[in-house]
C-alpha cells in the first residue's frame, strides 16, 4: 500500500488547509513523509505560514479551541499532532467537533502510531467529509525492489531490478536506510542508470543471512562460502541457536533421505525424510558427497555445538565456526 | 543410646533401616537439629522419607501412623508442615522468599514448623541467588523450625547450604526390598512384582508404575528393544525420534488431563460472561497459566526421557554383565536372548563407551539444555552396533 503514498506525495495545500489529514498504519517512516509533504504543501503556497507539533497527551479541551479560534494575525497555520492513541478521553469530542468543520485557515494533520488503541477516535474520525485518511501498510518482502525504484525514480535516476534486489540485500529491509540509500547513489550518480556494480562499490556485504542458508552452503560442501555466510549471519544479530537448529534440520532431513528405501515416489519421500515435497531435488543434491559415516559424523559435531552454543563453550562464535568446519569436513571424508 | 522402636510411618521406606533409626531417635529428642539433606538416588524415597520424619515430628508418639497429627503431616494438609516442590524445571526466587516469611512463623500445633523442599537440587541457578535467599533461614532459623531438604546427591546442592544441613544417605533398595514392598503394599502378583522390582533398578515408584500400568511396560519394552536395532544411521534417526514421540505419548497422558481442569477452573474464576474473557486480566491470566503448563510439560517430557536412558543402560549393563560372566540375575532378564546377541556383536570396552555416551547426552540435556531430539540423534549414533 506504499503507492498510497504516492498519490498524497504531491498534495496542494487547498488539500490540507480547511481539511483534516488522517495519517494511520505501522511504517513510521512512510508517515512521517506524509507528514512532510504535507507541510512543505502549506509551506510552499504561503511562506509565512505558521506550522507547529504538539503530542496528542497534552491536547486538552482548552488547547483545542485555541486550534479553531481566530489568529490575531489570521495566518494561516499548519498543526501536527502525534501519537493521537494517546489523545485524552476528554479531548475527543472536541476534536471531532473540530474535524466535523475544520477551519479554512488551519490544516490539522493527526498522526496515529498504529496498534489497537485509539481505534474508537479514529474511526469517529473516518465517518467525517472533510478528513483524508493516508494509511501505510508493512511492505511484503517482495515489495521492497520497487519501492527502492520508487524512490530512484523520484529523484530523477533509473535503477535495474538486479541493482534495487542487491541494494534491498544489503542495506536490508529498513525503509529509512533504504530511502537514504537510493538519494546516495542518485546524487553520486546523476546522469546514469545505477547499475549492479554501482551497488556493490557502495554497498558491499549482506544485511541479512538467514541460518539455512549458512546450514545449505555446508552441506553442499562450500566451506569458505559458509563460513563467510556464518560471519554475516552472526554480524547481523542472528541467533546462535537458530543456526545449529537450522543445521539439526538440514541433516536430519539429509540422514532420513538417504535411509529411505530406493525406488520410492517423491511425495512418500518427501514424508519419509520429513520435509516439504520441493526439498528433495535440494536433498537430492547435497546428498551427492554424502555417506552414512559422513553424516553421522556431522550430526555428532552439530550436538556438541548445540550444547557448546547454550554454555558448554565460551565462546559461541568460535563453537559454530569449528561446527561447520567439520559438517563440511565430514562430507569430503568420504 | 536407647533404641527407638520404629513407628508406623517409617513402614512406608523400602530398605532404609538404618535411615528410619536415626530420624526415629532425633523425632524422640536424641540428635535433633534444626536442617536436614536427605539424599539418595532417584526413587529411593528421599521425600518419602522426609515426609515421614515430618509426621514422626508433629506426632506426639513419634510417628505412630495412626493419629490425626501422622494422617495429615502424611497427606500433606498439616498446618505445620510445608511440602515445596517445583513442577517445572527449577524454584523461583519469589516462591523461596514466601518460604522463608513462613519459616519464621510459630507452629500452630506448638511441636514443629517443618520446612520440606522436595527438589533442593533445582535451587542452584547460575548466581545461586536463589539459595542464597535460603540461607539465613536455614543456618538460624527460629527454634522451633525444622528444615527438610532433598536432591539425588550431596553436589546437586549448592555447598554454601549443603554445610548447614545434616546428612541423611538413603541407599538404593535392592529388588527384593521393593518386590517385596509392591507385594505388600498394593498386592502385586509376584511374579510381576519381580519384573517390575528389577526393571526399575530401585526406584520404587517407577516399579509401581510398570507393575500397575500396562501401557508403562510396553514403553519400556520399546525401549530395551532399541540397542538391538542401531544398525544403520537411518534406524539411529528413527530411534532418537521415537524417543520422543514415547515422551510425548506418555507425558499428554498425565498433563492433558490436569490441563484442561486447570483451564476450566480458571474459566470459573471469570464467570461464562464474554466480556470477562476479552478483558486484560484474563487475557494475562491465560497467558501465564500456558506458560506455567509449558514448562511443566517440557519437564516431564525431560524426566520420562531421562528415565528411557536409565533403561537403556540397563541393557549395556546386562550385555556387559553376559560378556563379563559375572553371575546374578539380569535386569532385562526377559529379553536374555537379545541380550545374548547384542554380547556376540559388541565388546566390553564398546559397551562402556556406549554407556559413556548415554551420559554425556544426559549431561548435555540437562546442563545446558542442549535440544533433545538433536543430542539423542548423536548419542544413537554413537550407540550404533
Redesign the interface.
Known amino acids: 500500500m506504499w503507492q498510497a503514498d504516492r498519490t498524497m506525495a504531491n498534495p496542494k495545500a487547498s488539500d490540507i488547509l480547511g481539511h483534516v489529514l488522517l495519517v494511520t498504519g505501522p511504517e513510521e517512516f512512510l508517515n512521517q513523509r506524509t507528514v512532510s509533504s504535507a507541510l512543505a504543501a502549506v509551506r510552499a503556497a504561503d511562506p509565512e505560514s505558521e506550522q507547529s507539533e504538539t503530542m496528542a497527551a497534552s491536547l486538552t479541551i482548552a488547547a483545542l479551541g485555541d486550534l479553531a479560534a481566530p489568529s490575531l494575525f489570521s495566518s494561516i497555520r499548519c498543526v501536527v499532532v502525534r501519537e493521537l492513541e494517546d489523545l485524552p478521553d476528554e479531548s475527543v469530542d472536541g476534536l471531532v467537533e473540530y474535524a466535523a468543520a475544520p477551519s479554512d485557515e488551519v490544516g490539522l494533520v493527526l498522526v496515529h502510531s498504529g496498534g489497537q488503541k485509539g481505534t474508537g477516535v479514529l474511526n469517529k474520525l473516518r465517518k467525517l467529509p472533510l478528513v483524508t485518511e493516508v494509511k501505510s501498510a508493512t511492505l511484503k518482502p517482495s515489495e521492497f525492489g520497487r519501492f527502492v525504484a520508487g524512490e530512484v525514480r523520484s529523484h530523477g535516476g533509473r535503477i535495474d531490478d538486479e541493482a534495487s534486489a542487491l541494494l534491498v540485500q544489503a542495506v536490508g529491509q529498513d525503509l529509512r536506510a533504504l530511502a537514504g540509500a537510493a538519494h546516495q547513489l542518485t546524487s553520486d550518480f546523476p546522469d546514469e542508470p545505477i547499475s549492479e556494480s554501482v551497488v556493490k562499490r557502495y554497498f558491499a556485504g549482506r544485511a541479512e543471512v538467514k541460518s539455512f542458508a549458512v546450514a545449505d552452503a555446508a552441506l553442499y560442501g562450500r566451506t569458505a562460502a559458509a563460513l563467510e555466510e556464518l560471519r554475516w549471519a552472526l554480524d547481523s544479530g542472528t541467533a546462535t541457536v537458530l543456526v545449529t537448529s537450522a543445521f539439526a534440520n538440514g541433516l536430519r532431513g539429509l540422514a532420513r533421505f538417504m535411509a529411505a528405501p530406493r525406488g520410492m515416489r517423491e511425495a512418500d519421500l518427501a514424508r519419509e525424510a520429513g520435509v516439504p515435497p520441493w526439498k528433495i531435488r535440494v536433498l537430492r543434491e547435497q546428498s551427492r558427497g554424502w555417506d552414512d559415516r559422513g553424516v553421522a559424523e556431522a550430526i555428532t559435531a552439530v550436538a556438541q555445538a548445540d550444547a557448546d552454543v547454550k554454555g558448554a563453550s565460551s565462546d559461541a562464535a568460535y563453537a559454530l565456526e569449528r561446527m561447520v568446519l567439520r559438517v563440511a569436513g565430514a562430507r569430503s571424508g568420504r | 543410646m536407647t533404641t527407638v522402636a520404629p513407628g508406623a510411618v517409617w513402614r512406608t521406606l523400602v530398605g532404609q533401616h538404618h535411615v528410619a533409626d536415626t530420624l526415629a531417635r532425633a523425632a524422640a529428642g536424641q540428635g535433633m537439629t534444626h536442617a536436614w539433606l536427605f539424599t539418595g538416588p532417584p526413587g529411593s524415597g528421599r521425600s518419602n522419607a522426609a515426609l515421614a520424619f515430618a509426621a514422626a515430628l508433629q506426632c506426639p508418639q513419634g510417628g505412630c501412623g495412626e493419629c490425626h497429627a501422622c494422617h495429615t503431616a502424611l497427606a500433606g494438609t498439616h498446618p505445620d508442615v510445608s511440602v515445596t516442590r517445583s513442577e517445572t524445571s527449577m524454584l523461583y526466587i519469589k516462591d523461596m522468599r514466601e518460604l522463608v516469611v513462613r519459616s519464621a512463623l510459630v507452629p500452630v500445633e506448638k511441636r514443629w514448623q517443618v520446612m520440606l523442599i522436595e527438589d533442593a537440587d533445582r535451587l542452584g541457578d547460575a548466581g545461586g541467588r536463589t539459595a542464597n535467599t535460603l540461607l539465613k533461614s536455614i543456618e538460624e532459623p527460629t527454634p522451633k523450625t525444622v528444615w527438610l531438604l532433598c536432591a539425588p546427591t550431596l553436589e546437586d546442592v549448592p555447598q554454601t547450604i549443603r554445610s548447614r544441613c545434616r546428612h541423611v544417605a538413603l541407599s538404593t533398595p535392592t529388588a527384593e526390598q521393593v518386590a517385596a514392598f509392591l507385594v505388600e503394599k498394593d498386592g502385586t502378583a509376584p511374579p510381576l512384582a519381580a519384573f517390575a522390582a528389577r526393571a526399575s533398578q530401585g526406584h520404587i515408584g517407577r516399579a509401581r508404575a510398570l507393575a500397575r500400568d500396562e501401557a508403562t511396560r510396553n514403553r519400556r519394552r520399546e525401549v530395551v528393544a532399541l540397542p538391538g536395532r542401531l544398525t ?6 528413527n530411534a532418537a525420534a521415537n524417543l520422543i514421540d514415547i515422551a510425548k505419548d506418555e507425558t499428554e497422558a498425565i498433563t492433558d488431563a490436569a490441563n484442561a481442569r486447570e483451564l476450566a477452573e480458571l474459566d470459573a474464576t471469570y464467570g461464562d460472561d464474554r466480556k470477562a474473557k476479552a478483558s486484560r486480566t484474563y487475557r494475562a491470566a491465560l497467558r501465564e497459566l500456558t506458560h506455567s503448563q509449558k514448562q511443566r510439560q517440557k519437564r516431564r517430557e525431560m524426566d520420562v526421557i531421562d528415565r528411557s536412558l536409565m533403561d537403556l543402560t540397563s541393557v549395556y549393563r546386562d550385555v556387559i554383565a553376559v560378556q563379563a560372566g559375572a553371575p546374578g540375575a539380569l535386569v532385562n532378564e526377559e529379553s536374555r536372548t537379545d541380550v545374548a546377541d547384542l554380547a556376540r556383536r559388541t565388546s566390553p570396552e564398546s559397551n562402556l563407551r556406549r554407556i559413556d555416551a548415554i551420559f554425556f547426552a544426559r549431561n ?1 540435556m540437562s ?5 533433545p ?3 539423542l ?3 544413537m ?2 550407540l ?1 552396533v
Open positions: 544403520s544411521l537411518g534406524a539411529c534417526m548435555q546442563e545446558f539444555n542442549a535440544t531430539l538433536l543430542t540423534e548423536a548419542m549414533i554413537a550404533r
